[in-house]
């Protein structure tokens, strides 16, 4: 006991004589507890409204977390989007050091990196659960980590939207005709297939959809699904809502952090950053199964929306244009077939095993006496 007692008091002691050489002397401030006690401030800049359901709150609770976990030592600021930088712009203001985190969804970077949006997620691809596998299990993060690299980007998984709503639409879709000629908010690879199938994809943030299509810049928009796009209020831009998203069959959100500041950063706080995207990832699932249900009972009892289903001929032509166009976009880099390759032995690997497991038990929800 004397022992420790005496290490204690002489651990005290220095402390505050190297806190009180600090108040002499800033610049001679580097003392263990000095270093520990440091507040280091962090920008995440988002593509997304300030706290926009599941999204922007997404954003909110990953610093929020990161800043409780280090005891105020990693303290993040988040910016709605517009605030410091556009949506768009996110990428870029964390590769260039402006925010030292961003928070987004890499297909929105695909006119820099062609497959990035392999990491988001591909019309009739990956759904949430095996995407995830992917990700962190099977091959994926590395290439992730791999294609952000030249730009200084750390890329992180921090949620999935799950399979997302085909979108709002003011006419009917029966057959691939009537997609001809359809101007449509669509982003990612789902755009190519729109505009290989005759229409014409338009990118815009989510901020901007509902003005899009109530003014009629649009002919018809996708958002995410029930949760998110009853509180844009779509609803009251469109009368039909199709499913499914064939185009987002699991839509990933990302964490982009500025490769240097992680650097910068001493070990714990990187494991803390690390581990804060984990649980912000399951937190988000969470969220995003918990609340579309609710908010679809919503959208059809209080809104009247009708919900229609697109039509299976409808499904069977964009699966095939889906397919060129995903291989199509890998071939156009080294790296793009080397990620498409893991992509599809991965693909092929999970769907045989869920077609015993996952795919099998839904079917035999529908199976009646
Ligand atoms: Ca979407």
């Keep these: 006991m004397k022992r420790r007692n005496f290490i204690s ?26 270093t520990k006690q440091k507040v280091i401030k962090w920008k995440m800049v988002t593509t997304w409204p300030k706290n926009f359901q ?13 800043n409780e976990m280090s005891g105020g030592r990693l303290n993040v600021k988040v910016y709605g989007s517009g605030e410091l930088v556009p949506a768009l712009q996110t ?31 591909v019309p009739f691809g990956l759904n949430a659960t095996e995407i995830q596998g992917w990700l ?34 003011n006419k009917k879709i ?14 990612g690879l789902g755009g190519e297939v729109l505009d290989r199938a005759g229409g ?41 809502y199709y499913y499914p998203g064939w185009h987002e069959p699991g839509t990933t959100a990302e964490a982009i952090i500025n490769q240097e500041a992680f650097d910068a950063l001493p070990e714990d706080l990187q494991m803390i950053v690390e581990q804060a995207c984990h649980a912000a990832s399951l937190d988000m699932q969470a969220e995003f199964t918990a609340k ?9 009892n209080e809104h009247q929306v009708q919900l229609l289903k697109l039509p ?32 599809n032995a991965y693909k092929k690997q999970v769907r045989s095993w869920h077609a015993i497991s996952e795919y099998a038990y839904n079917d035999s929800l529908r199976l009646s006496d």
């Excluded at 800033?26 to 263990?32: A, R, Y």
């Excluded at 009537?178 to 449509?184: A, T």
Aim: aromatic fraction near 10%; proline fraction near 4%.
């Design 292 to 300: 579309n249900n609710s908010a679809l009972q919503v959208l059809i």
């Design 200 to 240: 014409t994809p338009v990118l815009i943030p989510g901020g901007e959809v509902f003005t899009a299509l109530e003014t009629g810049a649009v002919d018809a928009a996708e958002f995410v699904g029930p949760y998110n796009d009853l509180a844009m209020g779509l609803y009251k831009a469109a009368k039909y």
């Design 54 to 66: 599941g999204l922007g709150e997404g954003a909110e609770f990953l610093a929020r977390i990161i």
């Design 312 to 343: 299976d001929d409808v499904l069977i032509k964009l699966r095939k244009i889906s397919e060129q166009v995903v291989e199509d976009i890998a071939n156009n880099s080294e790296i793009g077939k080397r990620i498409f390759k893991s992509y």
């Design 91 to 121: 990428f870029d203001a964390v590769s260039s050091g402006t925010a030292e985190m961003g928070h987004g969804a890499s297909y929105y970077w695909k006119g820099k990196m062609p497959s990035a949006p392999f990491f988001t997620t």
């Design 9 to 34: 008091a002489v651990g005290a002691t220095a402390a505050i004589g190297s806190l009180s050489s600090c108040s002499n002397s800033e610049k001679n401030c580097s003392t263990d507890t000095a």
């Design 174 to 187: 029966k057959s691939l005709e009537d997609i001809k000629g359809l101007k449509m908010r669509i982003p």
């Design 136 to 169: 962190l299990k099977g091959g994926g993060y590395e290439l992730w980590r791999e294609l952000y690299q030249p730009f200084g980007v750390r890329p992180y998984t921090v949620g999935n939207t799950g399979v997302q709503m085909a979108g709002w639409f």
